[in-house]
């Protein structure tokens, strides 16, 4: 019955959408309608018991065919959306969506009714289930199911020693993210994007928690969907501020609205004293939180517990672009303001976020944990980019970014995968000389280049973007951001040349010990002495338990996914480079919501000279230098795994390395003033809970309990205990009577 009508739900979707734009809008409805039909019949797989690839292979297909009918809407709105961004586009930006090209997607009534006001514009509520569609949607689309299709196809290795149950319930949650993902980025209003926001973070928590008998991953887990949860609540908060202030929370609509310059009332929006600033406030609470911006970045580097293709699609290319989307989607809020007072709040958190998340990963030796605070350092430079007012910079690197990052988790994922979980960076050396390792190695030396900014890679474009408009708006987030990009490039390549250059050597993880810790078995026995000739012969051995350990070399799948990602690397370059606005790119954002106002360029200069002259060379040898310095430490010289020259610097910085490593203490801040007080008064309420409010209640029963108790003796049923009862009661009447009669 539940699947009957799960298909007529779907059926309704495919014929009932009507285009307000024209154009083949069934395509668009597929693109939702495949990842919940990949969603359900992973289901049905796990319902039946299916221990084979089976779901892995739906989800493929399913994604793939969403990809294909992605790349059909493009073709048929593209032209038209393009063109549009040609015209109102970066050189020439429109303040709302009324000048750019969109198409609005009317799929079926979802929540309309009156509520107080009877038929009055301020008592009706309107939420359809709809599609904008414009060249934001599209960008975000692309990668969305385009990365998604590679990422399951490389799961379907991955989890491949978890066929059953677990592999069935991994591609359910894996399709309904895709799902909500879809609905998030296409959605025609606010609640809509809600629905996809909270279910992207749903599926977050279930992916992250995936291995649920490992309390590290279920407490990662945890943190995130709580931590996502307060960011959550400033999103719908602001969601109803939009509805208090426009009646509505249609995109179209709003934006309506504000290229009019009145609210719902009709009074101008300048004049407000909490629509300009307030409502794009809480807006950037909820973006902050999924994009793990300033206070709220703790979650990220923790949910590393997941799997790795699930930090590879949601916590690297996609889930948590979300915010930068949701900012990019409602910039004609954000730019009411003259000031840009939230702007400016915004550019500033993203760049605190890129240098504090970049100095930790400086630290770190978990590999994938260095990419989980790369992201959220990268994250901050494309909030950075928004908040200088160059969205077309800052989707660029969103664009870029989803590729090379994913790239860069995936090679790190295979080396986990093949070295029984192992991510060390003090326990792995010279894995590109390994056999079967270096499509891998090749894979993570290419993924390095666009992170550290490489001169003429995707990274470097789309960075650079961002670098100029900072320094030409704010010179002081420019040079932060400047200094950012070097550590980015130390930290990067002190990961590559330490797992994938120098000496072989390698220990395996927890995973070939049954997951025990096994500190005993750090520090020798998986040398392979150092020469080149000893890697193919396989001395570079493990000891777990007597015997010896063989990497295992990623097989097709895998590698196949690694290699067409470090083409799509190079073949995105002329999408956002080459330009000074962003390429194709920027004429996709120009042709959407997140166009900005024309004519508002800084004055700013790098050392008095242009920055969109300069910033590509300056950048260059900022990135060089930052790998000059990596090769310097982990490379040059280095005898073994767990030794580099960076050894030597360590004692010098002292507290310094000491703080980074331990993430500047902000979870041991945390718990001090949130956690350990809460814990305190939630067991000061226990115990009022237990004694006092329990104590009373119980009161009622003991009262009675206890009078019965005491007067229980006095019927015994003995004959002289009735006696000494009658003979006490009359001796009390005498009494009485004689104290009354005197």
């Avoid at 994007?193 to 977050?204: D, N, Q, R, T, Y």
């Avoid at 990135?623 to 030794?643: D, K």
């Amino acid at each position: 019955m539940i699947v009957q009508n799960m298909l007529t739900a779907i059926g309704t979707m495919v014929t009932a959408a009507e285009p307000e734009g024209g154009g083949s809008h069934w395509t668009l409805t597929m693109i939702v309608v495949l990842p919940l039909v990949s969603f359900v019949l992973c289901g049905l797989c796990a319902a039946f018991k299916v221990k084979s690839k089976l779901p892995a292979w739906i989800t493929v297909a399913s994604l793939a065919a969403a990809f294909v009918f992605t790349l059909m809407a493009f073709m048929n709105a593209g032209p038209m959306i393009a063109a549009a961004g040609a015209e109102h586009g970066a050189e020439h930006a429109a303040a709302s969506a009324e000048h750019a090209g969109h198409l609005t997607v009317h799929v079926f009534d979802w929540l309309n009714f009156d509520w107080g006001g009877g038929k009055s514009s301020s008592g009706r509520f309107d939420a359809d289930f709809g599609f904008y569609i414009d060249g934001l949607t599209l960008l975000w689309m692309l990668f969305v199911t385009g990365l998604g299709t590679l990422i399951a196809l490389y799961a379907s290795e991955y989890m491949a020693h978890d066929v059953g149950l677990g592999y069935c319930r991994f591609f359910a949650a894996f399709s309904l993210f895709v799902l909500s993902m879809s609905c998030l980025v296409m959605a025609s209003n606010l609640l809509m994007l809600f629905f996809g926001w909270e279910g992207v973070g749903l599926c977050s928590y279930l992916l992250i928690g995936y291995f649920y008998k490992k309390p590290a991953a279920v407490a990662a887990a945890k943190k995130a969907f709580i931590v996502n949860r307060i960011g959550d609540l400033g999103l719908l908060m602001g969601i109803l501020g939009v509805y208090a202030a426009f009646g509505t929370v249609q995109y179209d609509k709003v934006f309506e609205f504000i290229h009019k310059g009145v609210d719902a009332g009709g009074h101008p929006l300048t004049t407000s004293s909490w629509i300009p600033v307030i409502l794009p406030l809480l807006l950037t609470a909820g973006a902050f939180g999924k994009s793990a911006q300033l206070f709220f970045y703790v979650w990220l580097p923790d949910a590393m517990e997941g799997p790795t293709p699930v930090s590879a699609l949601i916590h690297a290319a996609t889930m948590v672009t979300a915010g930068v989307f949701l900012i990019a989607r409602m910039m004609p809020l954000y730019t009411i303001d003259p000031a840009h007072t939230i702007l400016t709040f915004v550019a500033w958190g993203g760049t605190i976020t890129a240098f504090w998340a970049a100095t930790i990963g400086m630290a770190h030796f978990d590999i994938k944990r260095v990419m989980g605070y790369s992201t959220a350092s990268q994250l901050g430079y494309m909030f950075a980019g928004l908040g200088v007012m160059n969205s077309a910079g800052g989707a660029a690197h969103v664009f870029s970014h989803a590729f090379f990052k994913a790239t860069l988790f995936l090679a790190c994922g295979a080396v986990m995968h093949g070295f029984a979980g192992q991510l060390d960076l003090r326990k792995l050396s010279g894995v590109r000389k390994l056999p079967g390792w270096k499509i891998v190695a090749a894979a993570m030396f290419f993924g390095a280049l666009n992170l550290s900014g490489v001169t003429f890679t995707a990274g470097f474009w789309s960075k650079d973007l961002i670098l100029a408009s900072s320094f030409e708006q704010s010179p002081a987030i420019g040079w932060i951001l400047l200094i950012t990009a070097g550590l980015t490039a130390y930290y990067t390549f002190r990961a590559y040349f330490r797992v994938f250059e120098g000496p072989v050597y390698f220990e395996p993880g927890d995973e070939v010990h049954g997951h025990d810790e096994h500190e005993d078995h750090a520090g020798h026995g998986h040398d392979g002495h150092g020469e080149e000739s000893h890697a193919h012969d396989g001395h570079a051995q493990g000891h777990g338990h007597g015997g010896e350990f063989h990497p295992h070399a990623p097989g097709w799948a895998i590698n196949t996914v690694l290699a067409t990602l470090v083409v799509g690397c190079f073949a995105i370059i002329p999408l956002v480079g080459f330009a000074e606005h962003g390429a194709w790119v920027g004429k996709m954002v120009g042709a959407s919501s997140a166009a900005m106002h024309g004519g508002e360029e800084g004055h700013g200069t790098f050392l008095g000279m242009n920055p969109h002259s300069v910033m590509y060379y300056v950048s260059s040898v900022v990135g060089l230098l930052g790998i000059a310095a990596a090769w310097w430490l982990h490379l040059a010289g280095r005898t073994s795994a767990a030794h580099a020259n960076a050894d030597k610097l360590e004692p010098a910085l002292g507290p310094i390395v000491t703080w980074a490593r331990h993430k500047w203490y902000v979870d041991e801040f945390y718990d001090a003033v949130i956690r350990i007080p809460l814990k305190f008064l939630s067991n000061i309420f226990y115990l009022l809970d237990q004694y006092l409010v329990d104590g009373l209640v119980n009161l009622t029963g003991f009262v009675p309990k206890g009078l019965g108790r005491l007067i229980r003796p006095s019927q015994s049923g003995e004959l002289h205990g009735y006696a000494l009862g009658m003979a006490g009661g009359l001796a009390v009447l005498i009494l009485i009577v004689l104290m009354v009669a005197r």
